[in-house]
Every structure is written in structure tokens, then in C-alpha cells.
């Protein structure tokens, strides 16, 4: 009842005050420059206590700490007890200033409440962001014992923490396994399907199998609990070291780019459903021959998709150049 009263007290509050520009409503002023009150003057007094009491009624039954309730009933109080005490002496002019400090009084408390809370999530999120970066391989070089190849990799979310990932692990002593992968949103949800997902394509990569077999258990396991209706772009490699045959299967994500010739060009391999979006998805193996100093660059689309103060895209083409 509070709720729909206030907003029409209000209506009619501003017409009173908006006719009392024109004609005198609530006071009239004398040829002297005194103010007298009208007869509808009692009427508004009515209406400041009917509405005060209707507002300190939805602040006390608001769910908010005791301490925002007792900063908004400043707003009230405080210039009801000036009116009572001073108001007809000094006039209501003063009326402002007492206004002014309840505001104050209120933004103090409320702004500090929401500051502890902010502080407490900032630090929650400043450990999710350590725990995320813990889980990705990050000691370079990463295999000083294998000459035979080198890789290195990167990630910078776009908020504390990300639903993007890379690993990459020895399968066993001539296989290389490489993952790299984007979880649809961001925040604390993308981050925790990130570890999951993570965790289920290294587990299923151990357990051997080509790249479209690993990605296909994979997908079905996180199909049945994902309750959420998240899913996750992979790319997922294997390189045989000894030989340099390259076996990857992508599960929707971005096209990787290869340098055989002496250029970097799109290699536009063969694409299934992202993980998590169709549980009989099926996924398709493509292999790559790789020799002495060839090397391939996987990605997630922030690098594509990064944009500029005009809000233009960095873009593939550009991607290339830089390569």
C-alpha cells in the first residue's frame, strides 16, 4: 500500500508546488514581504507527516542491513525534529541544510557498507584469479629436456578471472598433447566449467586415443551434468615427436594458423559442435606434417575479436601481419 501511495502523494505534492508559482496555494507574500500561510497550508503539513510515516514504514520493512535502514530514516527524522524545534522560528529555509546532512549521513553509511562488501568480493576474486593461473602451465621453457621442440603460452583475462584456457602436457615419452580453449561467458562461472573441462579433456587425453575420440568422451561426460547449458570451444593437438605428424580435431574453435612455407596462413580444419552443446556429437581428426622449423599458433577469438578506442576489430588479417 505504501508503495502505490507515495508515488501519487507525489503527483499531487509537485502540482501544489507548481501552482503555488502562479496563483497562492500554500502562501501567499504580503505587500510587505511577509509570508502568510493559506488555509491549504495545514493540508501539506498533513501530507509531509503521511508520507514521512509511509516511507520510514517501507524502510523498516525493507530487507536491507539495520544499518542502511537507520541511514535512511535520517532522511526523515532529521528534518522533522528541525520543522518541530526551529522551523518556526528561523523559518523552513534551514529546511535544506538539514535535508543536506541526512543525504550525507545516508551516502556515508551506505557507500561504506557496499565498500566492505566490494573489498571482501575483490579479495575473493583476487584468489579465484591465483588458483585459475596455478592450473595453467606457466614456467618457460617447459621442457628443457626435449630439444626437439618448443612452445610457449599466454593468458590475459578480461576480468579477474576467464573462461579461457591452454595446457599442454606429455601424453608419454613421443607424444606432445596441446589444448587450447574458449568457455562461452566470463566471470566465476565460465572460470569454474574452465577447470572442470579442463581437467576432463587432460584426464581423457592420458587415456589415449586420438584427438576426435578424446574430445568425443570428453563432450559426453560433461553433456551429462551440465545443468548450466554452458559449452566450451576446444582445439586439441597431438604432435609425435619423433616423427612430426601433428593429429589435431577442433570442437567449434578458432581456425589455427600454421607456418610450413615460411608464411602464416589459416589452416581451415575440419569443425565439430563445441563440447557440451550435443552429447553424440562427433568430432574428425586432421593431420599435418610438420618438419625443422615450422611452427603453429592457436588462439581464442579475444585476439581476433580485441578492439581499439573506435571500436574497430584487430581482425584475422591483422593477426597474420603481426605473425
Given amino acids: 500500500i505504501s508503495e502505490k501511495l507515495i508515488p501519487i502523494l507525489l503527483v ?90 541526512s543525504l550525507i549521513i545516508m551516502y556515508c553509511v551506505i557507500f561504506n557498507a557496499k565498500s566492505r562488501k566490494l573489498a ?9 584469479t591465483e588458483i585459475q593461473t596455478g592450473m595453467l602451465p606457466s614456467i618457460f621453457p617447459a621442457f628443457p629436456e626435449r630439444p626437439e621442440f618448443d612452445i610457449h603460452a599466454s593468458m590475459d583475462p ?3 578471472v576467464g573462461g579461457d584456457f591452454y595446457d599442454f602436457f606429455m601424453i608419454d615419452d613421443d607424444h606432445l598433447g596441446m589444448v587450447i580453449a574458449d568457455v562461452s ?24 586415443g586420438s584427438p576426435a575420440e578424446i574430445l568425443e568422451r570428453g563432450n559426453k561426460q560433461i553433456c551429462a551434468n551440465n545443468d548450466a547449458h554452458m559449452f566450451v570451444t576446444v582445439w586439441l593437438g597431438i604432435l609425435e615427436i619423433s616423427t612430426g605428424k601433428l593429429t589435431t580435431a577442433s570442437a567449434g574453435h578458432e581456425y589455427p594458423i600454421i607456418n610450413t612455407t615460411g608464411k602464416y596462413v589459416l589452416l581451415k580444419d575440419k569443425h565439430g559442435l563445441a563440447i557440451g552443446a550435443f ?29 581499439d578506442a573506435n571500436n574497430q576489430l584487430f581482425g584475422t588479417d591483422r593477426t597474420l601481419e603481426a605473425l
Fill in 158 to 160: 578480461a576480468k579477474e
Fill in 279 to 307: 552429447e553424440m556429437s562427433k568430432y574428425k581428426n586432421t593431420e599435418l606434417q610438420l618438419k625443422k622449423g615450422d611452427s603453429i599458433f592457436v588462439y581464442t577469438d579475444g585476439v581476433a575479436e580485441a578492439t
Fill in 120 to 128: 571482501s568480493t575483490e579479495t575473493e576474486l583476487n584468489m579465484a
Fill in 185 to 208: 561467458g566470463k566471470g566465476v562461472p565460465a572460470a569454474l566449467f574452465m577447470m572442470s573441462s579442463k581437467i576432463l579433456i587432460n584426464d581423457h587425453a592420458l587415456m589415449g
Fill in 12 to 101: 499531487v505534492q509537485t502540482i501544489v508546488l507548481l501552482a503555488n508559482i502562479i496563483t497562492p496555494v500554500t502562501f501567499t507574500v504580503t505587500a510587505e514581504g511577509m509570508y502568510e500561510e493559506t488555509a491549504i497550508d495545514l493540508i501539506e503539513e498533513g501530507f509531509l507527516a503521511v508520507t514521512s510515516v509511509l516511507t520510514a514504514i517501507m524502510i523498516l520493512k525493507s530487507h536491507n542491513p539495520f544499518s542502511q535502514k537507520a541511514a535512511a530514516l535520517t532522511f526523515i527524522v532529521l528534518p522533522l525534529i528541525e520543522f518541530v524545534l526551529i522551523g518556526g522560528s528561523f523559518g523552513e529555509a534551514s529546511q535544506y541544510g538539514i535535508v543536506l546532512m
